[in-house]
């Protein structure tokens, strides 16, 4: 049983690039979320999910796409990526009380 | 709107001290709290929960309190071992995604 797993751990961008951070979970629940968490910060909910198909935002949504086709998967698009995006990156599934987290994705734009 | 934050950012404590770290939220109509534990490089790991229809919990060495009327909540540690060294972070579950606080940082010198 995996739980959930967030590809890749590293990534540096160039400003303006675009890219995917996956996030899959083999415990078939039904809510999933990214947070995103920066120095000194705690973490901040970018977007989240109640079922496939159905999506909505969080605390610090600009600058990010999610989409949820299965219940497995909730990837995480930036579409033109910015400095202010340099973040660690974290995706949790639940099934309402009890929530796994990703071991995370350490994003650096340049 | 929501919002849940910490006291302090630091707390440095001896080997076999308690540990008290403090939690203030605004939303009087929360109702489901998590803690959790962060290790360097690591996703949240869950330590204890509490519901508002409960005023104190306790886990293996821990201890969650929440006070409605002041909307402040607390996670107590005792005798308090090094590897507690992380970073504590209280949240907010609503149900389907969580809302952070900033985090305290606890260092254990033995």
């Known amino acids: 049983n995996a739980g959930v797993t967030q590809t890749p751990k590293f990534q540096v961008l160039k400003t303006g690039q675009s890219m995917t951070l996956q996030c899959a979970q083999d415990m078939n629940h039904e809510y999933m979320s990214w947070y995103r968490q920066d120095p000194g910060m705690g973490l901040r909910l970018i977007h989240y999910s109640v079922g496939a198909g159905i999506t909505d935002q969080g605390e610090v949504p600009n600058g990010y796409n999610v989409s949820r086709s299965t219940t497995e998967d909730f990837p995480l698009r930036l579409l033109s990526a910015a400095p202010s995006q340099t973040s660690v990156y974290f995706c949790?599934?639940?099934?309402?009380?009890?929530?796994?987290f990703g071991s995370g994705t350490r994003l650096t734009v340049v | 709107g929501e919002s849940v934050g910490l006291h302090l950012p630091t707390l440095s404590v001896q080997e076999g001290d308690n540990s008290i770290i403090n939690c203030a939220y605004s939303?009087?109509?929360?109702?489901?709290f998590i803690w959790y534990k962060q290790e360097s490089g690591k996703g949240p790991q869950f330590i204890i929960d509490?519901?508002?229809?409960?005023d104190k919990r306790q886990g293996q060495r821990v201890t969650v309190l929440l006070n409605k009327t002041v909307k402040h909540l607390s996670l107590q540690i005792a005798a308090t071992q090094p590897g507690d060294s992380a970073v504590y972070f209280c949240?907010?579950?609503?149900?389907?995604?969580?809302?952070f606080g900033k985090g305290t940082t606890l260092s254990v010198s033995s």
């Open positions: 509490i519901r508002s229809n409960m």
């Open positions: 949240a907010e579950n609503t149900g389907t995604a969580l809302i």
């Open positions: 939303n009087s109509a929360s109702d489901y």
């Open positions: 949790a599934s639940s099934y309402g009380d009890g929530y796994t």
